[in-house]
């Protein structure tokens, strides 16, 4: 079965530090896979998604991540931290032909001045 | 475009009375589904639909949960009896049917308590 494992439920920030963001995936096909955004008391937001058709992806709101098929990763980064960033992050995996997706167990960032 | 609507927003009642959350899928997405979130268990997709069919209800945690999909533009969650341990927010989310790179768009949440 396809997971994630997303390392740290919290990570902290200076506005305008790098986030770095963890995640990790099983699959035993190649896997799509996405990273969402959550705001307090919304839904959750697509940020990016890959496909196989890069293994750098860029999403809204200046945030990348990249597919390193040989470590099994799908890190979440951004150069420089707002304090609007302040949010909590979902990994998430799909099979191949499946619409189904497992999310991982989140990851609030936390913005200091 | 209107994205995924839910409502209620909020919903407060006491324990063994039913509850109804209702959901309003993006015009033209064909897969619906019905997750659970909360601070011990994190997000957990209770029931998905293709084409208004329940496909997989592996995740609905008993009996006393139900969901329907009468038509492609409509789905209820429905929870009878209510009980405390059901307090959670629920979120709906609907994507296109092609393939399953689709990102899958999601509603704002019911927050429930169950008194």
């Known amino acids: 079965a396809q997971s994630v494992t997303q390392l740290g439920s919290h990570v902290s920030v200076s506005e305008g530090a790098l986030v770095l963001l963890r995640c990790n995936y099983s699959?035993?096909?190649?896997?799509?896979l996405f990273w969402y955004v959550q705001y307090p008391n919304q839904g959750l937001q697509l940020l990016l998604k890959?496909?196989?058709?890069?293994?750098l992806v860029k999403g809204i709101n200046g945030f990348e991540a990249e597919f390193k098929k040989s470590e099994t990763s799908f890190h979440l980064t951004k150069p420089s931290a707002h304090m609007s960033d302040a949010a909590e992050y979902f990994c998430?995996?799909?099979?191949?032909?499946?619409?189904?997706?497992?999310f991982g167990t989140g990851t609030r960032l936390l913005v200091s001045p | 475009d209107a994205g995924v609507i839910q409502s209620p927003r909020h919903e407060v009642t006491e324990m063994g009375q039913e509850v109804t959350l209702r959901c309003k899928p993006i015009?033209?997405?064909?897969?619906l589904f019905w997750y659970r979130q909360t601070m011990m268990r994190g997000l957990e997709l209770l029931i998905y639909?293709?084409?208004?069919?329940?496909?997989?209800d592996s995740g609905m945690p008993e009996d006393r949960f139900s969901a329907k999909m009468p038509n492609a533009s409509f789905s209820t969650l429905k929870i009878q009896p209510s009980e405390p341990r059901d307090s959670a927010v629920y979120f709906c989310?609907?994507?296109?049917?092609?393939?399953?790179?689709?990102?899958?768009?999601f509603g704002d949440g019911t927050r429930l308590s169950i008194l």
């Open positions: 699959s035993s096909v190649p896997p799509y």
């Open positions: 989310a609907s994507s296109l049917a092609q393939g399953s790179n689709q990102p899958q768009h």
């Open positions: 890959y496909t196989s058709a890069a293994t």
């Open positions: 998430a995996v799909s099979d191949t032909g499946f619409q189904k997706l497992v």
């Open positions: 015009s033209g997405h064909d897969y």
């Open positions: 639909f293709n084409n208004n069919v329940p496909i997989d």
